[in-house]
């Protein structure tokens, strides 16, 4: 099973802790080979939000949710169920200093 987590949290990822400790993580998902892809993400400032409204396209710089969080992350994971993606998520080195979210991939 395929699972989405995204690493949300208060500050810039720039300003998250713990530079070695995800880069360990990351290479022990990837040798496993439950690491799809994944990686950090710029700050909402330099997002863009694409919608269509009355037929209009309207592009807007910056985040397009209002939250006290940001997005600061992501990785794609291939797990063989919810609870060894669990595992994996809870052993993440920002588990304890951010949320990370788990989302399954509708098949």
Do not use: N
């Not at 998250?16 to 400032?45: C, F, H, N, Y």
């Not at 309207?58 to 797990?79: I, P, R, S």
């Amino acid at each position: 099973m395929r699972f989405l987590m995204m690493v949300c949290g208060p500050v810039a990822p720039a300003e998250v802790p713990g530079g070695p400790a995800v880069a360990q993580w990351v290479t022990a998902m990837d040798s496993k080979g439950l690491r799809i892809t994944g990686g950090a993400l710029a700050p909402e400032t330099e997002a863009i939000a694409v919608r269509i409204r009355d037929g209009q396209r309207q592009v807007t710089e910056g985040a397009f949710l209002e939250t006290k969080g940001a997005l600061l992350g992501f990785d794609l994971l291939e797990c063989q169920d919810l609870a060894e993606a669990i595992d994996l998520v809870a052993a993440h080195p920002l588990a304890s200093r951010c949320t990370l979210e788990i989302r399954p991939f509708v098949d």
